[in-house]
């Protein structure tokens, strides 16, 4: 069984960075397609960052040249490092993992609602970001 623990999230000013981990269980780093998703206030679903085995790591516009998606293969953690953070950074962070990691599509209600289809998934960590 696949098991996903993000951590690293809180409560900081704009400008500052944070630095969020997902702890995997039950998986081969480099073996399938992992991803972070944001779930903001009043805003869809947005699919952050993602990487594919063997590819380059993909970045929204929203968060490209501050954002960068590592995986330490020996610990088996995914990390997102996050700098000069935004207050519109703020939401509910989650790792995902599955074969294939997408968008979410546009009838999805919110990020939980659509990472649920996918292999693995964690509960979320909070991200605030104060201006």
């Known amino acids: 069984e696949v098991q996903l623990v993000e951590s690293g999230g809180g409560s900081v000013q704009a400008g500052e960075s944070l630095r969020l981990s997902c702890t995997a269980s039950?998986?081969?780093?480099?073996?399938?397609?992992m991803g972070w998703y944001r779930q903001g206030p009043d805003v869809k679903c947005e699919l952050v960052s993602s990487?594919?085995?063997?590819?380059?790591?993909y970045y929204a516009d929203s968060v490209k040249g501050r954002f960068r998606l590592s995986q330490d293969s020996a610990k088996n953690i995914m990390y997102l490092e996050m700098n000069v953070l935004k207050p519109e950074d703020t939401g509910v962070y989650y790792c995902?993992?599955?074969?294939?990691?997408?968008?979410?599509?546009?009838?999805?209600?919110?990020?939980?609602?659509?990472?649920?289809?996918?292999?693995?998934w964690g509960q979320g960590t909070q991200v605030s970001v104060f201006s």
């Open positions: 995902a993992a599955d074969e294939v990691i997408a968008p979410p599509a546009p009838r999805a209600a919110d990020c939980l609602q659509w990472i649920q289809l996918f292999r693995s």
């Open positions: 039950g998986l081969t780093f480099g073996a399938i397609d």
């Open positions: 990487i594919s085995p063997g590819g380059e790591p």
